[in-house]
């Protein structure tokens, strides 16, 4: 479910940016909300290929940061693109459901390696 959601995620970014004007400013939000938007599920796709538990719950956890980063550059083309509000401002509530579904996978993660190390 989360690869799915965060492929659409970066699929709503970058149709999004293709709409934006390209202003200095926007070219550099663009560039940096596309990298990041992107690395999400790039990085939720390697989980999927994670030697180890510890290995799954890095790459997960750099999902969690990117989808972070992500946050803060749509919030800041949100307050300069107020034309786009309403489409920045569901793009925002996407990237807090990942965050979430994110920081739960890793505490369950966690706590299910951590249940395995007490019973060996």
């Not at 149709?15 to 934006?20: G, I, M, T």
Request: glycine share 2%; with cysteine; hydrophobic share 40%.
């Amino acid at each position: 479910m989360i690869a799915t959601k965060s492929y659409a995620f970066a699929l709503a970014i970058l149709h999004l940016s293709e709409k934006l004007s390209k202003t200095t400013a926007n070219i550099v939000l663009i560039k940096q909300i596309i990298r990041s938007a992107t690395s999400i599920g790039a990085n939720i796709e390697e989980a999927g290929g994670a030697s180890s538990r510890r290995d799954f719950i890095h790459c997960m956890n750099i999902s969690k940061k990117e989808a972070r980063e992500t946050r803060y550059w749509l919030k800041l083309l949100r307050d300069t693109n107020t034309n786009f509000e309403s489409e920045l401002e569901v793009l925002l509530n996407e990237s807090e459901q990942i965050i979430n579904i994110l920081t739960r996978r890793v505490k369950t993660s966690i706590a299910n390696q951590n249940k395995k190390s007490l019973t060996l």
